[in-house]
C-alpha cells in the first residue's frame, strides 16, 4: 500500500521569502506525484504533477517541486511568496495496478502561513 | 469547462435524517470519486467508479454509507441514517483514464448533523 507523509502541519514564512513543503511517499510500485492546493472554503485544485523524465517540476503560481527517488521525495517550492499563497496544500501520489488505476492518496496537508 | 459540480454546498439535518449528496463530473471523465475531509483524519477515500461501476469501496465508513453512479453524468452518495460524527465536507472528483490523470475536484458539501 502506499502512503504519503508531510512533515510539517503548518509552515509560517515571511512575504518575498523563499519556502519549502516536505513530501515523502512510500509505495512498491510506480507511482504519479501530485500537489493541490486549498483555498478556504474550497475544493483542490492541481498545482503540478510528476509522472516521469525531467524531475523538476514546475506549476502554476509559480511553484516547483523536484522528485528524488532515492529519497522518496516530491518537495515543493517557491523563491518568492506573496500572501495570496496561503493556503493548505496536499501531496498525493496515485498508483497503477495491474487491474487499472487507484485513486489518490493524500498527505494530511501542510498549511503555509504567509507572514507581512 | 464546467469543471466538477456537486449540490448541495452547504447541508445541516438532523441525526437520523437521510441525506443525499450529488455530483456531476466533467463531460468525457471515466473516473469518479468520493473523498471526505475532516481535521482529524484529512482527506479520506471512500469510494470510486469506473465508467459507472463501483471499483473500490473499502473506504465506506459504514453500511449507512452507499453510492450510486446511474450513469456517466451523475453520481449520489448517500447517509442512512445520518449521525453527527458524519459531518464532514464531502468531495466529488474526476479523472480521465490516462497515466497520471489529474483528479478535477469539485467545490465540495459541508454536511452539518446536529
Known amino acids: ?39 478556504p472554503n474550497q475544493g483542490l485544485q492541481l498545482l503540478l504533477k510528476y509522472l516521469s523524465g525531467s524531475t523538476l517540476v514546475k506549476g502554476i503560481n509559480g511553484f516547483e517541486a523536484e522528485f528524488n527517488k532515492s529519497q522518496t521525495s516530491f518537495h515543493l517550492r517557491k523563491p518568492s511568496v506573496h500572501i495570496s499563497d496561503t ?14 488505476a487507484d485513486g489518490l492518496t493524500f498527505g494530511k496537508g501542510t498549511h503555509l502561513i504567509i507572514q507581512p | 469547462d464546467a469543471g466538477v459540480i456537486q449540490s448541495p454546498r452547504h447541508e445541516v439535518t438532523e441525526m437520523g435524517q437521510e441525506v443525499t449528496l450529488r455530483c ?12 471526505r475531509q475532516t481535521m482529524m483524519r484529512g482527506l479520506e477515500l471512500l469510494i470510486y467508479f469506473n465508467n459507472n461501476v463501483p471499483i473500490d469501496d473499502s473506504g465506506m465508513p459504514e453500511d449507512r454509507f ?12 448517500k447517509i442512512q441514517p445520518s449521525e453527527p460524527r458524519d459531518s464532514a465536507v464531502y468531495f466529488c ?11 478535477h475536484f469539485g467545490n465540495g458539501t459541508r454536511l452539518t448533523v446536529t
Open chain 2, 66 to 77: 452507499s453510492a450510486k453512479m446511474p450513469n456517466a453524468s451523475f453520481s449520489t452518495l
Open chain 1, 1 to 39: 500500500a502506499q502512503s504519503v507523509t508531510q512533515l510539517d502541519s503548518q509552515v509560517p514564512v515571511f512575504e518575498e521569502a523563499p519556502v519549502e513543503l516536505r513530501c515523502n511517499y512510500s509505495s512498491s510500485v510506480s507511482v504519479y506525484l501530485f500537489w493541490y492546493v486549498q483555498y
Open chain 2, 24 to 35: 456531476k463530473p466533467i463531460s468525457g471523465h471515466d473516473y469518479l470519486f468520493w473523498y
Open chain 1, 87 to 100: 493556503a493548505e496544500y496536499f501531496c498525493a501520489v496515485r498508483v497503477y495496478s495491474g487491474g487499472g
Open chain 2, 93 to 103: 472528483a474526476s479523472s480521465l483514464t490516462g497515466r497520471g490523470s489529474p483528479l
